[in-house]
């Protein structure tokens, strides 16, 4: 929880139906009794990795498990772009 009371730091509970940026919002402090508004804001974060099959390199097809296993049967998908195939279990070149 990131909210405090702005009049005496006092953690508070954000509403558990308050989602929407750029409204504000009101919340009464339980420790002073204070009324005050705060607003949400939410954070985009980025992460990268290499990808060598999207580089001329092969793929690292990996067996995808799940249940029920006849949906995941001879499924797998590339660990590093995530591309899904289906590949007979005896072909060769693949990870399980």
Same mark, same amino acid.
Request: hydrophobic fraction near 20%.
């Given at each position: 929880?990131?909210?405090?009371?702005?009049?005496?730091?006092? *953690?508070?509970?954000? /509403? @558990? =139906?308050?989602?929407?940026?750029? &409204?504000?919002?009101?919340? !009464?402090?339980?420790?002073?009794?204070?009324?005050?508004?705060?607003?949400?804001?939410?954070?985009?974060?980025?992460?990268?990795?290499?990808? *060598?099959?999207?580089? /001329? @390199? =092969?793929?690292?097809?990996?067996? &995808?498990?799940?249940?029920? !296993?006849?949906?995941?049967?001879?499924?797998?998908?590339?660990?590093?772009?995530?591309?899904?195939?289906?590949?007979?279990?005896?072909?060769?070149?693949?990870?399980?």
């Amino acid at each position: 929880m990131d909210l405090e009371c702005p009049y005496c730091e006092y *953690p508070v509970q954000p /509403g @558990e =139906e308050d989602r929407e940026e750029d &409204i504000p919002y009101e919340r !009464e402090c339980p420790h002073c009794d204070m009324v005050f508004t705060y607003y949400i804001n939410y954070t985009i974060n980025y992460t990268s990795q290499k990808a *060598p099959c999207l580089n /001329g @390199e =092969e793929h690292d097809f990996q067996k &995808i498990k799940g249940y029920p !296993e006849e949906f995941f049967r001879n499924k797998y998908r590339c660990s590093y772009c995530e591309q899904e195939v289906v590949i007979k279990e005896d072909d060769i070149g693949v990870n399980s």
